[in-house]
């Protein structure tokens, strides 16, 4: 909790706001890039199968 008031005196509380919606946005991203690489290889293993 200290260091996170620190951060809060230093570059303000908009700027902190804006940098925690950034790094969720690229872990949502990242976590779909990843869904969407595991959802093409089960087709792909799918349609070797057959």
Not at 2 to 31: P, Q
Request: glycine residues 2%; charged residues 20%.
């Amino acid at each position: 909790a200290y260091n996170l008031k620190r951060v809060i005196n230093i570059i303000g509380t908009e700027k902190l706001t804006e940098y925690f919606k950034a790094r969720i946005l690229l872990l949502f991203l990242s976590i779909t890039e990843n869904k969407q690489k595991w959802v093409q290889n089960v087709i792909l293993s799918c349609s070797n199968v057959a």
